[in-house]
């Protein structure tokens, strides 16, 4: 999901920010093209309406939220942080990291779905819904696999 950005020196454009995904970073579009890559990891170069060129830096936030950008040294907010209890809420699977290592990747990972579910244009009751079915319905799942094979090997 894209979300467009207000930028005071390109205002004849405009600018969206693709948050960053598993498998890809965060991109840069300016009028739907992908904007042009600069020298260093996360930068972007823009063409300005007047001609001049301005440098955005992508900042990475938690949870593969939507990140901030940083142009010419001033930060842009890309969306509103989410409420401090829907990070609470969609924190719950950090029980996860009693499950060792792939607990904990998973919990990563369900965190990461949980942010981008509240960020999503569902409803209200839909997110809570289908937030509340991950943080609760994948760690039972895990756990019962988890020690389901634990004591069948036990038995074996």
């Known amino acids: 999901m894209r979300h467009v950005v ?10 969206e920010v693709e948050p960053p995904t598993l498998f890809r970073p965060a991109g840069v579009f300016v009028d739907g093209s992908p904007a042009d890559k ?26 593969y939220d939507a990140p901030q950008l940083q142009v010419d040294g001033t930060t842009i907010q890309v969306v509103e942080p989410l409420p401090w209890y829907q990070y ?41 819904l289908i937030v509340t079915g991950l943080s609760v319905g994948v760690p039972v799942l895990y756990f019962l696999i988890f020690f389901g094979v634990a004591i069948l090997a036990d038995q074996g």
């Open 88 to 128: 609470l809420v969609s924190s719950i699977p950090i029980v996860l990291t009693f499950g060792g290592l792939l607990g904990l990747a998973i919990a990563f990972l369900l965190i990461g779905a949980n942010v981008r579910v509240f960020r999503s244009q569902l409803s209200q009751p839909q997110k809570y």
């Open 6 to 15: 207000q930028i005071d020196r390109l205002r004849q454009h405009k600018v």
């Open 38 to 63: 600069g020298k260093r990891r996360g930068q972007f170069v823009l063409r300005c309406d007047d001609g001049d060129e301005a440098f955005v830096m992508v900042k990475p936030s938690l949870f």
